[in-house]
């Protein structure tokens, strides 16, 4: 474990940890017992990869994510309201309750796009970096993408792009080893994902995705490689999935000692676990920030289910430049 780090950045990566952690449990939960309905995708056991791009990268650094890309979200600091209200269909959402949990951006805290479509981010990615360098702005993007998505050709179009031209983009993959119910094993003959960096001529690093610390040292030094006009970088973040492909998916591609043994090595209890024993939070500090999450996530729940859906009239607002209206 890397340990060049202030308390205060690693407090912050355990406060943003178990925020995460809160807000996919309470999902969990509501819909389990039927107290909401929405749709997700659960990015529970990838906590430590969020946390570290939420205190690597700048305000005006950029983020594309996927659908899987709650814990994403929290760590580029939107608002849970705004997560939790594009899921629920709620006005008070991050698109007023019209994008729903596989499109949601807000670009005033730098999250440019959330994708449904596997490997449709890169691109996307490339083009903000692009633009970046081309008006000379220091700010870099970060594409969050899963294993899968190194399959695709959208991907490698866009790395090629990306290492030729020297731009200002991060490719961090989230290695949860299954792309949607099929296992890396499965879909490609690298032992090692990072691997793939080498035919575009960028750096692949390899870390372990549960470790935020080693995680936040890799993604610092990409992005000072990147902010330096070196170009970019592919890392590959190891780490699971402790849930399926979707909330409900009954996961039985996943061999039951596999899922044990990951969940064994749950980044959450393990990072409390270091601060408590590195003396960095005291037991009563680190009740403290699990309690806070836990209030915070269900104040923006009790916020959510009280706002109202969106109105018929928001059917054509943000469709075209110029409102065209319609009888609805």
């Not at 309750?97 to 670009?107: E, L, V």
């Not at 998916?249 to 990951?262: E, F, G, H, R």
């Not at 959510?304 to 943000?318: I, Q, S, T």
Request: glycine share 10%.
């Amino acid at each position: 474990m890397n340990q060049d780090f202030s308390p205060q950045i690693e407090r912050r990566l355990y406060e943003l940890m178990v925020l995460m952690k809160a807000a996919d449990d309470r999902l969990s939960r509501g819909i389990s017992t039927g107290e909401f309905m929405c749709v997700y995708w659960p990015s529970r056991g990838q906590e430590a990869i969020a946390a570290a791009m939420g205190v690597s990268l700048r305000p005006d650094d950029q983020l594309v994510t996927t659908y899987r890309g709650l814990h994403d979200l929290i760590g580029k600091q939107v608002p849970l309201e705004e997560i939790y209200g594009e899921m629920m269909g709620r006005t008070v959402g991050a698109a007023r309750g019209k994008g729903g949990s596989m499109h949601i951006a807000d670009p005033d805290h730098g999250v440019m796009l959330s994708t449904g479509i596997v490997g449709a981010g890169p691109p996307v990615a490339v083009g903000l970096a692009l633009a970046a360098k081309r008006k000379h702005i220091d700010r870099v993007t970060v594409v969050s993408l899963g294993d899968g998505a190194t399959n695709t050709g959208s991907f490698h179009e866009a790395a090629n792009m990306a290492a030729l031209w020297d731009l200002p983009v991060v490719f961090v993959c989230q290695n949860n080893q299954y792309a949607e119910m099929t296992p890396t094993t499965h879909t490609m003959k690298l032992a090692h994902v990072a691997d793939r960096a080498a035919g575009y001529g960028m750096p692949g690093i390899r870390v372990d995705g549960n470790d935020p610390l080693a995680v936040t040292a890799a993604l610092d030094n990409a992005l000072r490689r990147a902010r330096s006009g070196a170009g970019p970088t592919f890392l590959e973040c190891v780490t699971f999935r402790f849930r399926g492909h979707y909330f409900g998916d009954p996961m039985p591609y996943i061999p039951p000692d596999q899922l044990a043994a990951a969940m064994a090595a749950d980044p959450v209890p393990w990072f409390r676990d270091h601060l408590a024993h590195a003396g960095i939070c005291t037991a009563g500090e680190l009740d403290r920030i699990d309690a806070d999450a836990e209030a915070a996530v269900e104040a923006a729940l009790q916020t959510v289910m009280g706002a109202d859906p969106p109105p018929a009239d928001e059917l054509d607002r943000d469709v075209y430049a110029t409102p065209l209206k319609f009888p609805v």
